[in-house]
């Protein structure tokens, strides 16, 4: 028996309804919950994303481990090809040391957390 069940993921950020938007463009959902320190997105499958404000933020930085991932999303995708100028257009960056192969590539939101594309 397991202590809980995931509820939520929350990500730091400078920017939460930005970073909510761009999250919602990309995986779906609504904006739930918005007071301008945090904000909730509810996934179309029924997670929450939520955004915390951070003073100071400062992004994690791929691939090294000076400023850890600490966290990242896996987002499953038909089409690497197809996808990547999507989320480009969205605001996403594709990090340096990504590879191109088959499979999943690798993105920092509009804030810099890493987050991969991934197809099977």
């Known amino acids: 028996m397991a202590i809980g069940e995931l509820y939520d993921v ?3 950020c400078p920017e939460p309804d930005e970073l909510a ?17 945090w904000t909730t997105l ?19 930085r791929w691939p090294g ?24 257009e969205l ?3 594709k990090l340096k040391g990504s590879r191109s192969k088959t499979g999943f590539r690798v993105y920092a939101d509009p804030a810099g957390h890493p987050f991969c594309l991934v197809t099977n």
């Open 10 to 12: 929350v990500f730091d």
């Open 21 to 37: 938007e761009f999250y919602r463009e990309l995986i779906g959902g609504k904006i739930t919950d918005s007071d301008g320190w």
């Open 42 to 60: 509810e996934t179309p499958t029924g997670m929450r994303v939520s955004f915390q404000r951070v003073d100071d933020y400062e992004p994690p």
């Open 65 to 88: 481990q000076e400023h850890p991932q600490q966290v990242h999303l896996d987002v499953m995708v038909t089409s690497l090809t197809e996808s990547e100028p999507l989320v480009l």
């Open 91 to 93: 605001g996403a960056t």
